[in-house]
């Protein structure tokens, strides 16, 4: 049974017309759009340039008397868009920044309210063919107090300091901050790999007979950010009894956002040789890689390679087929789709760290050595806590181990254990900047989408059909030109792809996802004043007290276990949150309500777009 045929089975009658009409309005609405080029644009300007672009608001806008007014809005946003990456990276380092950002983004939502809410005043008066002058006079007034809180940011940017920055098929040096690696191994970070190591050791040495056309197979190694694909490579890279002496050529090559090929080559040639190459021209570089290889049994590492492009990888391998039967390259990536275009040896997916490793870890970052421990007893057991919080991820361990050093009073631990892992202050290359760097290279329309699931709880357990048919109704997914797609099918490929990329995970079988728990903290640190999620654990949920919640929130979700009955939604209906898009209840609790109730809620959230009532009795 679908999600859709579930929901209608648990609602009265009226419900299930209302359910039908938001699924059909969902289509409609997206069904049309043609696919936008902004594919590295900050996520939330999306859905207000869509709108603006469509055919509906720009042949009514002269009848309203809005035309230049709205391309005015569309100027300023297009003007605006291009300081937004520059914005983006400053948003952690300057709080002036944070706080710009946010209230372009609250900007946004509330420009694109008001031109969906025009869209709907559009068609309910192309009919009578006369419109209202109050109605005009409204709308005209919205959209006019919206230019002037544009243009009041449009001159802070200007003191800000915000610069252009270009990207042209990749992102740019400014935007990419991450130390380039080398081959060099920290053996004091080396913990808990020994299997992993020993595996990868043995797919590199195998070899499956001259039956097999290539001399050289390509092995992927793939992981989310922060895992430690890096730190394997270069274990493996550097054994002695085995792999330097059974390659006899060996070159290591951060490759991360770089799409210049012959850059790529020169840094092979020079690795291998430990030599500067003065060649510049794709042409003369390969030449020169193909007569070393020419022969010789080699290993290349390729760290971090981001670019998906198969036509790229085929022109770099050209000069590897010239090595000797058994050649390998190593690639570490944290996409699936590049482990499918590069390799021809199965991936080796790199899963968490044992806890008893990353404690090691952690007391090695934070310097906690016998005479500490003994001295203060409670902190293995508060650090050991800690370490389950960073489900597997070393470099989450070394993030948090780096603030805990040389710290030895409890209430720091404490601190450290009861704090999100978004509000705490990392270190320059720790966990949140790694993977920032992933959300960064998501698509505009991915940004929402990812960002949006910050609104389920931690290790809630969602279903993919579920999760499309939220995103359709709050409009992030593009149609296709002409309508040659359900939108059922492209939500179905931006779920897929955000499962390339790591960012979901199955849940113990291929129906049902999962979040990793720092990938749900990026969500959190991304979404944090959009999406507002209320906890059974919350004081309002246990006492029916009055919530506090933003009131530019703008996504809603209530997950409980246990029963809740209709003063608890009253408290929810009654907040400072005007208009809220979403508003989701989940869990298993049975929350009893009159259906007249619901239409307090109706009448509150004008803007409600996505409304779960499968758990309403």
Known sequence: MSPIESAKCQLPTHLCFLLESLISFCRSSTQDHGLSGRTNSISFFQGVLDKLDSPIIKDSAPDWGIDADLEKLEESLLMIETLLMDAEQQ????????????????LAYDAEDTLAEFEIYVEQYQVRRSIPHELKDQINFEIKKINERLEKLKNRMIVLGLERIHVEGRMSDEITKRTP?????????????????????????????????????????????????????????????????????????????????????KAIIESATMETCSLTSLEALQGKLKKMLSGEKFLIVLDDVWNEKLEDWEELQKPFQFGEKGSRVMVTTRTERVSLNKGTLPAYHLGGLEDKYCWSLLKQRAAVDDALSN????????????????????????????LLRFK??????EYV?????????????????????????????????????????????????????????EGFIVGSKGGTKQMEDIGSEYFDELCFRSFFQYSGNNKSFVMHDRIHDLAQSISKNICFRVDEDDKWLRNNRNINIPNKARHLSLFATKPIDDNA?????????????????????????????????????RYLRVLSLLNVN
Not at 582 to 592: D, E, Q, Y
């Open 181 to 265: 690696t080398t081959s060099i191994l920290d053996e004091s970070c080396f913990y808990g790999r020994e299997t992993d190591k020993n595996n990868i050791i043995f797919k590199l040495l195998s070899w499956d007979g001259p039956s097999d056309e290539r001399n050289y197979g390509v092995l992927p190694i793939v992981g989310m950010g922060g895992l430690g694909k890096t730190t394997l490579a270069q274990s493996v890279y550097h054994d002695d009894e085995r792999v330097e002496k059974h390659f006899k050529l060996r070159a290591w090559v951060c490759v991360s956002e770089e799409i210049d090929n012959a850059k790529i080559t």
């Open 408 to 413: 030895v009073e409890e209430k720091d631990w």
């Open 91 to 106: 948003r952690t380092k300057k709080e002036a920044v944070k706080k710009w950002l946010n209230e372009l983004s609250d």
């Open 417 to 473: 254990l009861k704090s999100e892992m978004w509000e705490l202050k990392n270190e320059s290359e720790g966990i949140m900047p790694a993977l920032r760097l992933s959300f960064q290279h998501l698509p505009a329309h991915l940004k929402r989408c990812f960002a949006y699931c910050s609104i389920f709880p931690k290790d809630y357990v969602f279903d993919k059909e579920q999760l499309v048919l939220y995103w359709m109704g």
């Open 569 to 605: 939604l009253d408290h929810l209906v009654k907040n400072k949150c005007s208009s809220p898009r979403t508003s989701l209840l989940l869990g298993k609790a049975i929350i009893t309500c009159q259906v007249a109730k619901l239409g307090n809620l109706y009448d509150t959230w």
């Open 375 to 402: 001295a203060n007893p409670n902190l293995e057991a508060i650090g050991r806590k800690i370490v389950e919080r960073c489900k597997g991820v070393p470099l989450a361990v070394k993030t948090l181990g780096g």
